[in-house]
């Protein structure tokens, strides 16, 4: 049994990201996984890093949530659109939040280079896109994935990260979205 902690990272509530979290947790929990399901914007919690990496930002009681379900589990799951080429800003904030304590803490300690404190957790991006999925690797070279993979999962330890992207989700129709959704549903099945 994996515990995973499936993140919906965009500020509109009944999203269809939202709904592919649900599916992943619904087969995560149906194949006999733990999941922790939270979507962002029904958090509360200041999206900013006041203070940069200089001093710990205390977290809020949803982060605490959060950040502990993150340290828990063993595979992590990310859902968020692309826009205007990155992920939203409440995802990148959100991120910045829940890994500030940790990171400091090895600052401090005087750890060396290696900032490896999540080793030994997996993790799978879902992105959806309003262009085609195969455009946004070849044209804008994944910029927002490469981002979540090599600088802020890969920086922190998390291997391997895997991808799923929907594109053209705006001319999908509710066929193909609920395609979608059951594939999703599957990777939550299989954890991964």
């Not at 515990?3 to 619904?26: F, H, M, N, W």
């Not at 962002?40 to 605490?64: H, S, T, W």
């Not at 999540?118 to 879902?126: D, E, F, N, T």
């Amino acid at each position: 049994m994996a515990k995973i902690a499936v993140i919906v990272g965009t500020p509109l509530k009944d999203s269809y990201c939202e709904a592919l979290g649900r599916a992943y947790q619904r087969g995560a929990e149906s194949g006999g996984h733990q999941a922790w399901l939270f979507v962002l914007g029904e958090m509360q919690f200041d999206a900013v890093l006041r203070e940069g990496y200089r001093r710990e930002q205390p977290l809020e009681p949803d982060l605490i949530a959060a950040r502990d379900a993150f340290k828990a589990a063993d595979h992590l799951v990310f859902v968020f659109p692309l826009w205007c080429g990155d992920m939203p800003a409440i995802m990148k904030g959100f991120l910045e939040r829940i890994l500030q304590p940790d990171l400091l803490a090895f600052q401090k300690s005087g750890g060396g280079a290696n900032w490896k404190v999540y080793a030994g957790k997996s993790a799978r991006i879902v992105m959806t896109m309003g262009m085609p999925g195969w455009f946004y690797r070849w044209y804008f070279g994944a910029h927002a994935l490469k981002l979540m993979k090599r600088n802020i999962l890969g920086f922190v330890g998390i291997k391997p990260v895997r991808s799923t992207i929907f594109g053209m989700i705006e001319a999908a129709g509710d066929d193909k979205r609920h395609v979608w959704l059951r594939e999703v549903e599957a990777m939550g099945h299989a954890a991964e």
